[in-house]
């Protein structure tokens, strides 16, 4: 038996159909946003933090890494028109995170908020800073930065750096839990760590649990 469809009805339909390939299309391109402003952020934070660690000048930094040494020219011409300053240190920066075991390497900021987690991971504010007695909370999304957690076991290192100097802790747990029942309490005289994300990693949408790593800190305060 056939089904007829009037015209309206297939007009609705198409309406409906191309919506729905429009939507797509959209979700893919702030997605692909997201990706490259995070890169960006990563990129030229990290240039910033090394170059003001190792106290060099950032723009002259990223040149050299980039170029090498120019040849020497009398001859003075211009190809190009001239690049756009390179983006400052953003203040609300805490650090580099590294595991290198599992191959992590992401630039820290302050907060944890949506924008800051589209950038880098998040320290969450008021807890302690690396170092410093107390918990040293971080989070990141499990589907971008903080994804090769996955394969974090016991015993790892963790090093986060700052100004201030290099910090390492090494993990002592590793739990699965429910969002509610995260415990950030830590001795005022210890220094401790702890590291989220979502579980499972796998999940599509909003993931219903946490990864927590707890770690502490192997250098004396």
């Not at 974090?152 to 747990?173: C, H, K, M, N, P």
């Not at 990693?201 to 909003?206: A, I, M, N, T, W």
Request: charged share 20%.
């Amino acid at each position: 038996m056939r089904i007829r469809v009037k015209s309206g009805g297939r007009s609705l339909l198409n309406l409906a159909a191309n919506l729905l390939i429009f939507a797509g299309i959209a979700s893919i391109l702030v997605f692909a946003w997201a990706l490259l402003d995070g890169a960006y952020y990563q990129y030229t934070q990290r240039v910033q933090f090394e170059a003001q660690v190792a106290d060099v000048d950032p723009g002259m930094a990223k040149e050299i890494s980039v170029s090498g040494p120019r040849p020497q020219s009398n001859t003075r011409y211009s190809l190009l028109p001239g690049l756009p300053k390179f983006p400052a240190r953003d203040p609300l920066l805490i650090g580099k995170l590294e595991v290198p075991r599992i191959g992590l390497s992401v630039m820290v900021r302050e907060g944890v908020d949506d924008a800051t987690l589209r950038r880098a991971a998040g320290h969450l504010p008021s807890t302690a800073l690396p170092g410093e007695p107390g918990n040293l909370v971080i989070l990141g999304h499990r589907d971008t930065y903080f994804r090769s957690l996955r394969d974090l076991e016991q015993g790892d290192a963790v090093t986060v750096s700052t100004t201030r100097g290099r910090f390492t802790y090494e993990i002592e747990s590793i739990q699965v839990v429910e969002p509610d029942n995260i415990d950030l309490a830590a001795p005022a005289s210890e220094a401790v760590a702890t590291f989220i994300t979502c579980f499972p990693f796998k999940y599509v949408g909003p993931a219903p649990r946490r990864l927590v790593a707890r770690a502490r800190l192997k250098q004396p305060f």
